[in-house]
């Protein structure tokens, strides 16, 4: 390992490059929902980003990290020459996130997830050869495309049933409101900090047993609730804003507990892609720091997710900010109650899929979480154009990821495999 | 900035501009008050002032319309089909047409009324007019209807709102027949061709209460579903 250290400079350089790109572009979208509804100005949503993107990618990035690290490639078969994989991992990393960068500015859609992971498969067939790909687990990866958005939608549609029979129907809305929206947030307290504390925090070196996660859970729940009926019973009702627009006020209910949600959302947005960035650094580091052995069993070195964390908040402060005040003002005419229920059940599907270490794109779970409220009747237009720019972001990310991938992987073993 | 993926999902909202297309039309119609007024008391500049006043709002319907249906493409995923929503402007489109049709017709003919029907030809004009107002004050609850994902008590109220309108639309069929048994008596000593485009004026006001209750009708078919 004569570059050992240059490896991993080169690979925290582009990591960084990764999540600065994740900061700057994605996070707007998972932001999206949340300020278009009105419910958080575009500074608290900044705000909101950065605490829990960073505790999100912190705290429950591990285990996508690691499907992105070891899952798709079958590392035993370069164990002879441990410098294949590394190249690999270095020129994935830099395929992804100039990938991004070209796309990002020709407006075409595309995904982080998608890229690094086609970047992945690419220079394995090339260098590894067809077999080193674990096809299986890019089949389950693949197939979490397809199912992330659809159980999104479920679970928004859901929930916005539950909200239109509990609420919105009920002879006085407001008053149900009040009553009903802290159990929403009980909801949104519980479903993140149980799914985090049983996936996420292993790699901190907490263990807790079932019984302990599901009370702790329950009491970040109740937590959430509490903070949430004090700010509920801040608000100040207008009954003259009802005259125009009877659900004015109600909706002004959601507006807290839409703060709670985008928090989750931010979380979610945090555990899910952040591995897009340091997955294949943390493989670097892995095998650099085994002195070239491919070294599977390793734990997840903490200072590369609080790299990872602090990459994304650097995007988001330096670019992101931007995006998401042009994202957030485009969404006009989605309500608090709209976006709780789309929102949150995309960070609920997001949040399961970091668990379970199947990277998704969120931005897809969130466009099929709006979709699934807007076949609950609940929004007046919802452009489908979308739904094929989605296909097209599959069809056009992966191969592209792929080729660039075996350009850098050729372009770094000419430069290095002569010494 | 490119174009994001999760702001471009929304389409523009019709249900605003299916309200102001409303208003709109309602606002011609209800300019016919003044203008039956002014007919009844042989004031042909008033007249003449009035029905291009009519002509004019009845352009700006038009306008809110060709904009609402330029930005409805097949792709929009909406809680109404589409269909049904273009019926609704439709019908509220031909409300204010029909005002234009009946001020035109009548300053251009300069139509003499006998007097002794005017009370009865003015109230039948308002409830025309109130038919129109109903069915804004239905098409105004669609945005609580969005909200409320079409369910519930929100329904029930547009159904009685629109049971409302239905009253009034027989209300003005009512007034129809004795406006037609009045003129049928006075008929003789009228010139026969003014008499003919009388009773044709008389058949469009009844039309446009018409119409104002097809808006409704076609607002309960998106309410079933």
């Given amino acids: ?419 | 900035m490119p174009p994001n993926m999760i702001s471009s999902l929304f389409g523009r909202s019709p249900v605003k501009p299916l309200q102001n297309h409303m208003a709109a039309a309602h606002k011609c119609i209800s300019q016919l008050i003044p203008f039956f007024d002014a007919v009844f008391e042989n004031d042909w500049d008033k007249v003449a002032k009035l029905q291009k006043e009519i002509s004019k709002l009845e352009n700006e319907a038009d306008e809110l319309k060709r904009e609402l249906r330029l930005h409805l493409p097949n792709s929009l995923l909406m809680p109404v089909s589409r269909r049904d929503l273009l019926e609704v402007l439709s019908m509220q489109d031909k409300i204010a047409n029909k005002a234009k049709d009946i001020a035109g017709l009548i300053t251009g003919r300069k139509m003499a009324f006998p007097e002794q029907i005017a009370p009865l030809l003015k109230e039948y004009v308002q409830r025309s007019v109130d038919a129109s107002e109903q069915a804004g004050v239905a098409i105004n609850e669609f945005d609580e209807l969005v909200e409320t994902g079409f369910s519930g008590r929100e329904v029930k109220l547009v159904e009685s709102m629109i049971e409302k309108l239905d009253e009034i639309e027989s209300d003005n069929d009512r007034i129809q027949v004795q406006v037609r048994a009045e003129m049928f008596k006075l008929e003789k000593e009228l010139p026969p061709i003014d008499v003919i485009f009388m009773y044709k004026i008389i058949d469009w006001i009844g039309e446009l209460a018409d119409r104002a209750q097809r808006v409704g009708s076609r607002m309960e078919l998106m309410l079933a579903r």
């Fill in chain 1, 1 to 419: 390992m004569d570059y050992g250290t240059f490896y991993i400079i080169l690979a925290c350089a582009f990591g960084l490059f990764m999540a600065w790109g994740v900061g700057a572009n994605d996070v707007a979208n998972a932001m999206g929902t949340s300020i278009g509804s009105g419910a958080v100005t575009i500074k608290q949503a900044i705000l909101i980003a950065a605490v829990f993107e960073f505790s999100g990618a912190f705290l429950a990035g591990g285990q996508v990290t690691a499907t992105i690290r070891k899952g798709i490639i079958d590392a035993q078969l370069a164990s002879g020459s441990p410098e294949i994989l590394i190249w690999g991992m270095l020129a994935s990393l830099l395929a992804a996130a100039v990938w991004l960068l070209v796309a990002t500015r020709l407006g075409w859609p595309v995904s982080t997830t998608h890229s690094i992971v086609g970047a992945i498969v690419g220079f394995a067939v090339i260098a590894l050869g067809f077999d080193a790909v674990k096809w299986n687990k890019v089949g389950s990866i693949a197939a979490s495309w397809v199912v992330s958005p659809v159980m999104a939608g479920t679970i928004a549609f859901a929930l916005f049933v539950s909200v239109q029979k509990l609420i919105l129907n009920a002879s006085n809305p407001l008053l149900n409101a009040k009553r009903y929206v802290p159990f929403y947030m009980f909801l949104v307290g519980f479903i993140l900090a149980l799914v985090t504390m049983f996936k996420g925090l292993k790699h901190v070196g907490i263990n807790l047993s079932t019984a302990q996660s599901y009370s702790i859970a329950a009491a970040i729940g109740v937590l959430v609730m509490l903070v949430g009926i004090a700010y509920i019973r801040r608000l100040k009702f207008d009954p003259s804003e009802d005259r125009d627009f009877h659900f004015a006020n109600v909706e002004k209910v959601f507006g807290i507990l839409m703060i709670a949600t985008a928090c989750a959302m931010a979380f979610a947005h945090g555990s899910n892609d952040v591995a897009n960035a340091i997955g294949p650094l943390a493989a670097v580091v892995g095998i650099v720091e085994h002195g070239g052995q491919v070294a599977q069993k390793s734990a997840l070195p903490i200072w590369i997710l609080l790299l990872g964390g602090t990459g994304i908040i650097v995007g988001l402060l330096t670019y992101g900010h931007k995006v998401i005040a042009t994202v957030g003002t485009g969404i006009t005419q989605l309500t608090p109650s709209r976006g709780f229920s789309a929102t949150l059940a995309a960070a609920t599907t997001v949040v399961l899929a970091s668990g379970t270490g199947l990277p998704i794109s969120t931005t897809h779970t969130l466009v099929g979480a709006v979709l699934g409220v807007g076949l609950a009747r609940g929004i007046a237009a919802l452009n489908l154009n979308v739904v094929k720019t989605i296909f097209l972001s599959w069809i056009i990310t992966l191969p592209a990821g792929a080729l660039l991938s075996i350009l850098f992987f050729l372009i770094l073993r000419a430069i290095f495999s002569t010494t």
